[in-house]
Antibody, heavy 119, light 107 residues
């Protein structure tokens, strides 16, 4: 059984950065990828980007390009999402999800990490 | 980017009702379409993948259909635990866009 456990809530200031982790247990992360999805208050789900660890390549949504970095450490089965130049609009719950490919959807999700950006 | 448009944005229904939610893509996405259920304070849950395949463990009252640009999620007999927000998502191209969501409320 795959489990994704994310790091805890963060409170941070405008202009700073945040790095959220997602540790996978069960299954071999070499065989699948991770995506990051966020939900701002009162808004819907928004895909930010994803990575396939075995390929080492990440893809990003255009609106986050240059501000987000998604990485994965196979040795610890952990994926990371770092978002820079934070504004209050980045206040949201951030989720990681297992991505087994374009035909399978995101079948396992982390519990979510609330990031609050406030001065 | 591929735009995903769901309708309705919200609906009120009673336990036992048949509920249908539609999702339209701005271009053909074959069957690279997935449906999720999202409840407050919880992670989204995959219900249907590949437009019509039921995810393991999901009750059979949920079903999906469609291909190309038009898709449907059907709940055959609404149960109390089904009141939630439902999202479609395409994986044909990145970015993997979601629909805006459909809120299913108790009538």
């Amino acid at each position: 059984q795959v489990q994704l456990v994310q790091s805890g809530a963060e409170v941070t200031k405008p202009g700073s950065s945040v790095k959220v982790s997602c540790k996978a247990s069960g299954g071999n992360i070499n065989t699948y990828g991770f995506s990051w999805v966020r939900q701002a208050p009162g808004q819907g789900l928004e895909w930010m980007g994803g990575i396939t660890p075995i390929l080492g390549t990440a893809t990003y949504a255009q609106r986050f390009q240059g501000r987000v970095t998604i990485t994965a450490d196979e040795s610890t089965s952990t994926a990371y999402m770092e978002l820079n130049s934070l504004t209050s609009d980045d206040t949201a719950v951030y989720y990681c999800a297992r991505d087994e490919g374009t035909d399978r959807g995101f079948d396992y999700w982390g519990q979510g990490t609330l990031v609050t950006v406030s001065s | 980017d591929i735009q995903m448009t769901q309708s309705p944005s919200s609906l009120s229904a009673s336990v036992g009702d048949r509920v249908t939610i539609t999702c339209r893509a701005s271009q053909s996405i074959s069957t690279y379409l997935h449906w999720y259920q999202h409840k407050p304070g919880k992670a989204p849950k995959l219900l249907i993948y590949g437009a019509s395949s039921l995810q393991s463990g999901v009750p059979s009252r949920f079903s999906g259909s469609g291909s190309g640009t038009d898709f449907t999620l059907t709940i055959s007999s609404l149960q109390p635990e089904d009141f939630a927000i439902y999202y479609c998502q395409q994986s044909y191209r990145t970015p993997r866009t979601f629909g805006q969501g459909t809120k299913v409320e108790i009538k």
